[in-house]
């Protein structure tokens, strides 16, 4: 819900001429669109990637965070976020 509101103002600010300060995004590169099913996978095919035991980083993809979250101990993903 919250990303569709950011999406929203975003959209209204480029029809009505005026942009946030980070300037034009496209949107279709953007990780809110991961659906559960993408985003599970993404963290299905990480984890085989690097084995059980390993941490994992997670750079703007708060989604893929939460799918590693629910298959590993809370510890083994840390996100790091900026907006």
């Given at each position: 819900p919250e990303a569709l509101a950011a999406l929203r103002e975003v959209m209204s600010?480029?029809?009505?001429?005026?942009?946030?300060?980070s300037g034009a995004e496209n949107f279709g590169l953007s990780q809110f669109w991961y659906t559960d099913a993408c985003?599970?996978?993404l963290?299905?095919?990480?984890r085989e990637a690097v084995g059980d035991s390993a941490r994992i980083a997670v750079l703007s993809c708060p989604s893929v965070h939460r799918a590693l979250l629910r298959r590993?101990?809370?510890?083994?993903?840390?996100?790091?976020?900026?907006?």
């Open positions: 600010g480029q029809e009505s001429g005026t942009q946030s300060a985003a599970d996978e963290a299905r095919a990480v590993t101990p809370s510890d083994a993903s840390v996100l790091f976020e900026f907006d």
